[in-house]
């Protein structure tokens, strides 16, 4: 698993993005405000084998989000 090539690869289709490896796990942080369409989130799960990872996860970080649980301060 590589986490490194993920984020360059996520890089090179204009996905600017951080990448953690958790196990067989790639937890994705997006590094900007981009709405995740059907065919971007097709493209990432197709990403994920390629660089040894089994599933994607996709953490949301809009801390101006009244709806969260728990609001980062």
């Known amino acids: 698993m590589s986490a490194a090539s993920l984020q360059r690869a996520?890089?090179?289709r204009g996905v600017r993005a951080v990448v953690e490896?958790?196990?067989p796990l790639a937890v994705l942080t997006l590094a900007?405000?981009?709405s995740i369409?059907?065919?971007l989130r097709a493209e990432l799960v197709a990403l994920a084998?390629?660089?040894g990872f089994t599933?994607?996860?996709l953490e949301l970080t809009d801390d101006a989000d009244e709806r969260?649980?728990?609001?980062?301060h």
């Open 68 to 72: 969260a649980a728990l609001h980062r």
């Open 21 to 23: 490896a958790r196990g």
């Open 32 to 34: 900007d405000d981009r």
């Open 10 to 12: 996520l890089e090179d």
């Open 55 to 57: 599933h994607i996860a």
């Open 37 to 39: 369409d059907e065919s």
């Open 49 to 51: 084998p390629a660089h």
